[in-house]
């Protein structure tokens, strides 16, 4: 099996969860015993952190002539270059973890694409009219050309398929993400004293600052804490990636006379021990293709009130403690002085199935199902 894993997109520390995603997944091929080739194909900016899995000779590096990040310049060279050096690479086929599979010339290459999510066609307003209509076209066109498509969740397999039933048949796989915590407790009182917080002293969250996440109700939440149930933590720390709420959320957080701690980009070390010594970890977020943070929170034993918006209740596996309403903040403070005062037990949560050789497994079987057999269509 010889495939070409296209990493172009990688912006280091720029793209969130789906960053996580496909280097938990490149680890989970490295550390599993199954015969493959993979030719990655990076960026002139982003190859050097991909360094590590060529001391497998199974992994070899095909650095392409374009920067990561410039985004404009990035999506051209895909769709002018990518699939001449496919063929050219001989490859049996492709995967392509994101949603760019090329528009141009990629007919007679084998794929197999990921999609994350489709929230421009839920949420069209968090989107420029060109990023709706890009994401639109590639959406369809990566179903309609891909070999197969990887779903990250229940969620999203049914989404593709309601929203594109005739291309989409047969062809949707729903793959969880993997989840890799490797958390270190000697980490623990840097992060605290480099931030100023205490353990237990503050809420938690990880998440981009984007409207569908919903932080300005957990800083409104947090307003009605304060104001109706003194004594409980005033400080709200959010790690993750920028965007375009943050001056929104800066603003009402000193408007509400709420304590606002935003990390920026953190370690893996970090961000769970952020988990770790969290009073309660707070996932407002209103559209998730998946939604790795309350798992990984749930994972480390730390309370979690989450919303049960698309695939969230799917992953946490009904478990955690759920608000109805997202948008209603007292709903919120009330939930969280409930979680507060009660004790928690994650029975019955399985987090094995997000675990890397479970995963490896599915993605191979994939593989080998719909990529490798041309009686497959």
Known sequence: MKMAIDLLWVRPKQVGGIESYIRNLLDAFLESDYPFQAILIVSKDNNETFKKYYADERFTECIANVYSCNVKKRILWQNFHLSHLLKKLAVDFCFEPYYCKPLLGSNKVKFVTTIHDLQALHYPQYFSKFKNLWMRISWKHAIKSSRAVVAISQYVKGDIEKQYPKISKGKIYAIYNPIVLNYHEQSEQGIFSKLGIKEKEYFYTVS??????????????????NKHYPGLPDTLVISGIGGKSKAEIEKLSKAYNVKLILTGFVSNDERNALYKGCSIFLFSSLFEGFGMPPVEAMMLGTKVISTKSTSLYEVTQGKCLYVDDPLDEKEWAEKIVSCNRNSISYEGFAPEVYSKHVVVKDYFHLFSIAVMNDNVK
């Open 208 to 225: 981009s600052l984007l409207p569908h996440k919903n932080l300005t109700t957990l800083i409104k939440a947090l307003a009605y804490l």
